[in-house]
Nanobody, 129 residues
Framework: VQLVESGGGLVQAGGSLRLSCAASGFSLDDYSIGWFRQAPGKEREGVSCISNSDGSTWEADVVKGRFTISSDSGKNTVYLQMNSLKPEDTAVYYC???????????????????????WGQGTQVTVSS
């Protein structure tokens, strides 16, 4: 049972990246999947999450309008499309899965790291100015 992130890298400000979170050993159906990030010297913060139960999503204000979370049940994978990247988006990005899916896909539930059962190893995103 594991989550594996991929798609990180180095990009210039204004560029785009798409992160993937692939699950193996279990189905992401009926899970909530969250994306978190942690920059050096800063606390981990919730960025976005999606409910695979009803498709509802939540994004943090700092990424709203730039990041989009989506899910492909056939591939058992969740994506984070990141556009208009800024240097302050530089961080290690982690995905995490929580079962059952949150009753409400909102800030309170999505950013609580204690609610998640499985975590990926992280992928580095670096945005140069």
């Amino acid at each position: 049972v594991q989550l594996v992130e991929s798609g990180g890298g180095l990009v210039q400000a204004g560029g785009s990246l798409r992160l993937s979170c692939a699950a193996s050993g279990f189905s992401l159906d009926d899970y909530s999947i969250g994306w978190f990030r942690q920059a050096p010297g800063k606390e981990r913060e919730g960025v976005s999450c999606i409910s695979n139960s009803d498709g509802s999503t939540w994004e943090a204000d700092v990424v709203k309008g730039r990041f989009t979370i989506s899910s492909d049940s056939g591939k058992n994978t969740v994506y984070l499309q990141m556009n208009s990247l800024k240097p302050e988006d530089t961080a290690v990005y982690y995905c995490a899965a929580s079962y059952p899916a949150f009753y409400d896909t909102d800030y309170v539930h999505c950013v609580d790291s204690r609610a998640y059962d499985y975590w990926g190893q992280g992928t580095q995103v670096t945005v140069s100015s």
